[in-house]
């Protein structure tokens, strides 16, 4: 599985902004997708997760009700919808995919993406 994010960039504190990750490969919907951020000295943490059939998802508790996670199965595709955005969810975003349960836990992850820059200005 190839993983390739994109939808970075500089935005104003209250701003929205949509990040999409593109995967290959056929199995596509058997896959629990995830999305990690991280920022420079700090370790890679939890932001979002959402099961193969999109009907489950998990979130980080300061994402909770302003970013939310969705999938199209048809175009391979995960999205992360980012609302009333904080200079504190400045970092890079990593998209992630494993073929086990729905989890938070980075390890449980197989394949990731590059990341993708998202700056927050206050």
């Known amino acids: 599985v190839q993983l390739q994010a994109s939808g970075g960039g500089l935005v104003q504190a209250g701003d929205s902004l949509r990040l999409s990750c593109a995967a290959s490969?056929?199995?596509?919907?058997?896959?629990?997708m995830g999305w990690f951020r991280q920022t420079p000295g700090k370790e890679r943490e939890f932001v979002a997760a959402?099961?193969?059939?999109?009907?489950?998802?998990s979130y980080e508790d300061s994402v909770q009700g302003r970013f939310t996670i969705s999938r199209d199965n048809a175009k391979n595709a995960v999205y992360l919808h980012m609302n009333s955005l904080k200079p504190e969810d400045t970092a890079v975003y990593y998209c992630?995919?494993?073929?086990?349960?729905?989890?938070?836990?980075?390890?449980?992850?197989?394949?990731w993406g590059q990341g993708t820059l998202v700056t927050v200005s206050s």
């Open positions: 959402i099961g193969g059939s999109g009907g489950s998802t």
């Open positions: 490969g056929r199995t596509f919907s058997r896959n629990v």
């Open positions: 992630a995919a494993q073929s086990r349960v729905l989890s938070i836990k980075e390890r449980q992850y197989d394949y």
